[in-house]
């Protein structure tokens, strides 16, 4: 991925052009907003990580700037303002996501892949006009709230449900711990808990008493739905 980081903080800045760097990315760098804005403007990056404190002019600026030009890049804000009124202003302002620091660099990487996995999403629809949803050979219908395997029932919990819900969602992209832990628990990433972890060898047990593995831990990222 082509990557643009608008981040003043030269030790920031480095650690993640270098991280970023070694996954893979082409990475350039703006330490102000207005070489943010020229930039952005210009050149057609895949992913915009935006600081909110820059010299000249506050990231909510910059990114409000970006989506009045038309620029759709996706937009990441990274930074130490961590406020309830902080997070809905940067949201408001057209960020798809706000990062609190200090943060580990895995969730920065799981966050950008979700937020990617949002944009990409429409493309792909696995629900019937019933509103039921398929994947491979699992069929989840939502007025009975029942689940089969190659037509075999597979009895879950909700927990297990919703787990298993959101993996069908997005069938082949990488579900992070995060995202599990906030859609079905409704809780923000707690590195003390392992229940993700616990409702996940659940899940794939039972699964895979009617077939082949078919949901795949990605080490280090999260959980994904072999297609």
């Known amino acids: 991925m082509k990557l643009l980081i608008i981040e003043d903080e030269v030790e920031l800045a480095a650690v993640l052009h270098r991280g970023l760097s070694n996954e893979g990315s082409t990475v350039t760098l703006a330490t102000d907003g207005s070489t943010g804005i020229e930039l952005a403007c210009s050149v057609a990056f895949d992913f915009i990580l935006l600081d909110v404190n ?33 997070r809905i202003r940067g949201l408001k302002s057209g960020a798809d996501d706000y990062l609190s620091k200090p943060f580990a660099f895995g969730e920065l990487l799981a966050r950008m892949d979700a937020v990617q996995r ?15 949803m398929t994947v491979g050979d699992l069929h989840f219908d939502p007025r009975t709230m029942t689940l089969t395997r ?38 923000e990433d707690d590195p003390l808990t392992n229940i993700v972890e616990v409702y996940l060898s659940r899940l794939r047990r039972k699964l895979n008493a009617l077939g082949p593995p078919i949901v795949e831990n990605v080490r280090g990222f999260g959980y994904r739905l072999i297609t």
């Open 150 to 187: 190659s037509g075999n029932p597979v009895q879950l919990t909700v927990k297990e449900m919703g787990v298993l819900r959101l993996l069908m969602e997005s069938p082949g992209s990488v579900i992070s711990r995060s995202e599990i832990l906030r859609t079905v628990w409704g809780i």
């Open 118 to 132: 949002r944009v990409d999403r429409p493309s792909f629809t696995p629900l019937h006009p019933d509103g039921s």
């Open 54 to 86: 820059l010299p000249d002019r506050n990231g909510f600026e910059v990114c409000e700037t970006l989506r009045s030009a038309g620029v759709i890049t996706p937009i990441i804000m990274v930074t130490a303002r961590d406020d309830v009124a902080d």
